[in-house]
């Protein structure tokens, strides 16, 4: 069997910058230390070499550093309404492989509204919904209650709470 050199890639919760008026979960979905070096001992277990790379503004320079066979990808990003796809997207660049979805998987996945645009415009099932931009728009006569209520660009459920019914 093939070894391959796996660079881990992944955000750190520790590490997450923290800026004054920020949500407790705004980095709910990062990853912990104990994660991190459990996945990295599976990979080495396998034997394979694997070093984590954090996915942040030093990513190019420690991927031409490393220069990694393949990259195994959990990355969230830190910033924008595509920051799940930012470091794919880097990869895609640099011509290095990764696991994972590819960037325009993320980039819509993430967005909740358009994601359910396209599902009903192939004509599969999903509820019915509402995007709205203020909390006093009215609601459509197409929903019924309950309804669940949840930002249309976060991710792991960041933003919703028991109040979110």
Known sequence: MKQFKVALLANLKKNAPH??????????????????????????????????????YTLIDTLRQYKPDICYNICEGHFGDSREAQVPALLEMMRIPYTGSQVLTLSLALDKAMTKRILHWHELPTPAFQTCESADEEISEDLHFPLFVKPTREGTGMGVSSKSI
Do not use: Y
């Open 19 to 56: 800026i004054d008026g920020m949500p407790a979960d705004q980095w709910a979905d990062l990853d912990s230390e104990k994660t991190i070096e459990s996945l990295v001992e599976a990979i080495r277990a396998g034997g394979h070499t694997c070093e984590f790379l954090e996915g942040n």
